[in-house]
């Protein structure tokens, strides 16, 4: 079954007629009738929907009751800076009502889980603002909320009901510093825990067997997902595990049922906002000329590698790869050598579970990144390039943009960064490029604007260059003096890409980027700005990119066309499993 276009963010009915997604177009909640192929909206107050002066607002997950007559879904309110869980009727026609479930301002975001049989309660998933995390039960009727356990704020990933509604099962990571999941089964009373599946591989909850006998989970403990079943009898587990199914893929669970497993498919290569392949080139800049076609520079988990960075002495390469599924996706960082093209790699501790850009620091020990980790933190972090050992340089605050990371000045004391404040009742405000002393903890402003942009240190440590400062004409791109002064203009973005950026070696120049895959060079001494004459064909510069120290290479990454998830049925797997689309 191929589902509608946008999102899917939500759970299927038991039946397996009814889908319930957000679409990401505009940020609204959507349920697919399979049976008609239609497409019914169920709300209409997501910011992109709304006419006027917006207050960001939008739907993220949802899950549809035993019965499939309710959907709960959690809405996202920009004004206060966190989530409620709501509920609806989708009985009738047209845009119900929502009822609010559940609203706590210590709470940053719910994670609505499966439903108990009898349809009165509700498993979450609790993300506090105090970075700790809670399962509890939540009670449809009136919204009381019954804590079962506190946990890490990473959290569950999947939580099932067993048939009688007795047991809650649930996976856990492993470990502060690891992205590993083992899974574990809760009496819903509270009364004891038992430890289901604890081991080495990656284990995420499937769901329960109809006759509640058996809990299905998929693991990667035979080299590859696959799909599960542990014998569980009066609370406690009864045999060793067996193999239903092997090779599953990425697979995300939306509802177990009457003998019938309905999962979303991610085909790989599949497009998203960080979904890619690195590309390498060599060319001779000063002939403008290939040296050698465009080649695929990772050949391992195709279609899920960005952001190549290479290292100042440019014997290696470093990019983010994507991880994960089942369980909660992560990166990790790949590290190649140019000698031997031997790949390294580096699992960041605390992990990344957003990742947004990556660079290598000066003294080629660590890789500067901005995302977010698994401790629920946004900002700019330091890698440790053996380590993973991860620090935060930067943290941002409430009011506060995802930051912008420009570099570290030659000496390794200072760190560049830009973001946007954000005061009460603004959607935006101003952008501010900071300079932060990393061993002193002082910051200096250096430039102060209405308008967003990039930005990246010259290797000498003298200039930023900077894209967007200057609401009062056109954006462009500018250099700024670190040292201090007012920053001059290089290039209009009529006339040059604001981004990505980069500088030669010794600082006397920058590259940029173009639509669609057009490579300019643009002196800061104020020499006209020059188009690189070359074509990459069938790649397309248009993503990251990275002139190789030597002049010689580029590495950049080629960001994939998307293709759509898949929903499938998986049937009579016990003892036999056959597939259907």
């Keep these: 079954m191929a589902p509608p276009t946008g999102g899917l963010s939500g759970a299927i009915s038991r039946d397996g007629r009814y889908l319930a997604y957000v679409d990401w177009g505009h940020g609204d909640l959507f349920l697919h009738d399979f049976a008609s192929d239609t497409n019914r909206r169920l709300t209409d107050t997501a910011t992109d929907s709304m006419p006027g002066p917006k207050v960001e607002q939008f739907a993220l997950q949802a899950s549809l009751s035993m019965d499939g007559r309710h959907v709960a879904y959690t809405w996202y309110r920009g004004d206060r800076g966190r989530e409620e869980l709501r509920l609806i009727d989708i009985r009738g026609d047209g845009i119900p009502p929502s009822r609010l479930l559940l609203d706590n301002p210590d709470v940053e975001w719910f994670q609505p889980g499966d439903w108990s049989p009898d349809g009165r309660s509700m498993a979450v998933m609790l993300h506090r603002t105090d970075k700790t995390g809670q399962i509890g039960l939540l009670s449809v009727p009136d919204g009381a909320l019954r804590v079962l ?22 996976d856990l990571p492993a470990g502060d510093n690891t992205e590993q999941r083992d899974i574990f089964v809760l009496a819903t009373d509270g009364s004891r825990e038992v430890p289901a599946i604890v081991s080495p591989s990656q284990d995420t909850v499937v769901g329960w067997s109809d006759d509640g006998k058996r809990l299905l989970f998929a693991s990667d403990r035979s080299g590859s997902m696959a799909l599960w079943s542990l014998p569980f009898l009066n609370g406690k587990v ?32 599949a497009g998203g906002s960080v979904a890619g392949d690195v590309y390498t080139a060599a060319i001779d800049f000063a002939t403008e000329k290939l040296v050698s076609p465009a080649s695929l520079a990772v050949q391992t988990y195709v279609g899920n590698n960005t952001f190549p960075a290479w290292s100042r002495d440019g ?53 500067l990144a901005m995302g977010g980790d698994t401790k629920g933190r946004y900002g700019i972090f330091r890698v440790d390039a053996q380590t993973g050992r991860t620090s935060a340089l930067m943290i941002k605050g409430e009011r506060e943009g995802n930051p912008v990371p420009a570099g570290i000045s030659p000496d390794g004391t200072k760190l560049y960064y830009g973001k946007r404040n954000y005061t009460a009742g603004e959607e935006r405000g101003d952008s501010v490029w900071i300079e932060k002393d990393l061993t002193a903890g002082n910051q200096r402003e250096l430039l102060r604007a209405p308008k967003w942009g990039l930005g990246a240190l010259s290797p000498d440590g003298r200039y930023l260059v900077i894209s967007g400062v200057d609401q009062a004409k056109p954006a462009a791109l500018f250099l700024l003096p670190v040292a201090g002064g007012e920053p001059r203009r290089l290039a209009q973005e009529t006339e040059m890409l604001v981004g990505p950026l980069d500088w030669t070696a010794d600082s006397s120049a920058i590259y940029a980027l173009k639509p669609p895959a057009e490579l300019w060079r643009l002196p800061i001494d104020g020499g006209e700005p020059h188009k690189v004459n070359l074509k990459l064909e069938g790649s397309g510069l248009n993503g990251s990119l990275h002139i190789h120290p030597d002049g010689r290479s580029v590495a950049f990454q080629r960001r994939l066309a998307p293709k759509p998830e898949e929903v499938w049925v998986l049937e009579n797997f016990l003892p036999s499993l056959t597939a259907s689309k």
């Design 149 to 170: 356990k506190s946990v890490d704020w990473r959290g569950a990933q999947e939580m099932a009901f067993s048939p009688d509604g007795k047991y809650l099962a649930y």
């Design 238 to 269: 009864d045999g060793p595990p067996e193999l239903l199914r092997r090779d599953i893929g990425q697979f995300w669970r939306l509802n177990l049922a009457q003998g019938k497993l309905y999962g979303m498919v991610k085909i790989q290569n």
């Design 315 to 367: 014997k290696y390469l470093a990019y983010a790869s994507r991880r994960g599924t089942p369980g909660p996706e992560y990166f990790i960082i790949a590290i190649r050598s140019q000698e031997t093209g031997e790949v390294r790699e580096v699992s960041p501790a605390p992990g990344f579970n957003l990742l947004y850009t990556l660079a290598w620091t000066p003294d080629g020990r660590s890789l």
